[in-house]
């Protein structure tokens, strides 16, 4: 299984981005009873921190309360890819994303990474 982020970039407080997870080995995950896809975000100098997930497509989701309202995950199985839609940017949103997978319930302890994908917003 291989995640690789892209989509990321410099963007204007208040505009929209949208952050795109290839996932190899797609149905290697979602064929699991229970699974996991979610983005998490580091900034500089803080711990890396969930943003949201979703359990086996969408049966339950999580946001952050930071991105409530703002924040749309979802996932196309016909494309093996995983979503992240920003919307109302702040500059506080700016952090390394990642997009993680795991065959389990959403506890955080995700069994795979991607690499990353910047987002700055000013």
């Known amino acids: 299984v291989q995640l690789v982020e892209s989509g990321g970039g410099s963007v204007q407080a208040g505009g929209p981005l949208r952050l795109s997870c290839a996932v190899s080995?797609?149905?290697?995950?979602?064929?699991?009873?229970?699974?996991?896809m979610g983005w998490f975000r580091q900034a500089p100098g803080e711990e890396r921190e969930g943003v949201t997930t979703?359990?086996?497509?969408?049966?339950?989701?999580y946001y952050a309360d930071s991105v409530k309202g703002r924040f749309t995950i979802s996932q196309d199985s016909a494309k093996n890819t995983l979503y992240l839609h920003m919307n109302s940017l702040k500059p506080e949103d700016t952090a390394m994303y990642y997009c993680?997978?795991?065959?389990?319930?959403?506890?955080?302890?995700?069994?795979?990474w991607g690499q990353g994908t910047q987002v700055t917003v000013s």
């Open positions: 993680a997978a795991s065959r389990a319930l959403c506890t955080g302890l995700m069994d795979y």
């Open positions: 979703s359990l086996s497509g969408g049966k339950s989701t």
């Open positions: 080995g797609y149905t290697d995950i979602t064929g699991s009873d229970y699974y996991c």
